[in-house]
C-alpha cells in the first residue's frame, strides 16, 4: 500500500482511475506515435496508403514526391479548429502532439531499420493492425490522428456511432480517389489494409468500455 502510493506521488499512475496523470498521457502518446509511424512505415514500403487524412497525405506523397511527414502535418491543421470547438483544449493539445510525433518518426524511423522485402499482402495485414493499436492507444488517452478521427470521435460521443464506421465511409472515398495516382492492385492492397485498420477500430474501440474514456 505505501509503495502504491509513493508510486502515486510521483506521478507513475493516477489514483483516480478516471483520470491520467501527465506521465501517463505522455508515455500514451509517445507510445501511439512510436506504434502509428511502424503502420505508416509497412504501407510506405510497398507504396500503399491508408484513409483518413494520412490517406490524402500518402496520395500528394505519392503525386509529388513531397514529404510525408510533412504532408501529414500540414493536412491535419485545418481540423484543429473544430477539434478545439468540439473537443476541448486538452484533446486538441495532446492530438497535436501526437500528430507531431507521428510526423517527426516517420521522417527518421527509415535510418534505423531497413526492410528488404515485404509483400503488398503482408504490408496491408500489419500496417491496418499495427495503426488500429496505435490509434487504440491514443484514444485511450484522449488523443487521436487528427482529420477525419477527430471528426469520428466527435460523432461517437455525440451521437453514439462508432468511430471506425464513420473513418471508414471517408476511406473509401480516398481509395477511389487513389486510382488517379498508384495502380489498381496497389488500390486493392490498400482497401485491405484499411479495412483491417476500421475493424480493429469498430470491434475494440467503444466510450463505454474504457473508464479513463468517460
Known sequence: ???QQQRRGLGFYSADPAQHTL?????GL?????????GFYFLNEVGLLTGGTAGVA??????????????????????????FKRLGLAFSL???IAIALVSVITEVEGHFFLIQYL???????????????????LYRHRASLGGVGI????????????????????DLCVMLCAFAVVSPITVAWSVL?????????????RSDRYIVAR
Open 1 to 3: 500500500m505505501a509503495e
Open 23 to 27: 506521465l501517463e498521457d505522455a508515455q
Open 30 to 38: 509517445f507510445i501511439g506515435a512510436m506504434v502509428s509511424a511502424l
Open 58 to 83: 500518402f496520395l500528394l506523397h505519392y503525386a509529388f514526391g513531397i514529404s510525408f511527414g510533412l504532408l501529414f502535418f500540414i493536412v491535419n491543421l485545418p481540423f484543429y479548429y473544430l477539434s
Open 94 to 96: 495532446k492530438t497535436f
Open 119 to 137: 509483400h503488398p499482402f503482408w504490408a496491408a495485414l500489419l500496417g491496418g493492425l499495427v495503426l488500429g493499436y496505435g490509434l487504440l492507444g
Open 151 to 170: 471528426l469520428a470521435i466527435y460523432i461517437q460521443e455525440r451521437f453514439g456511432i462508432q468511430a471506425g464506421l464513420i473513418q471508414l465511409a471517408f
Open 193 to 205: 489494409g484499411a479495412v483491417v485498420l476500421n475493424l480493429v477500430l469498430a470491434i475494440n474501440h
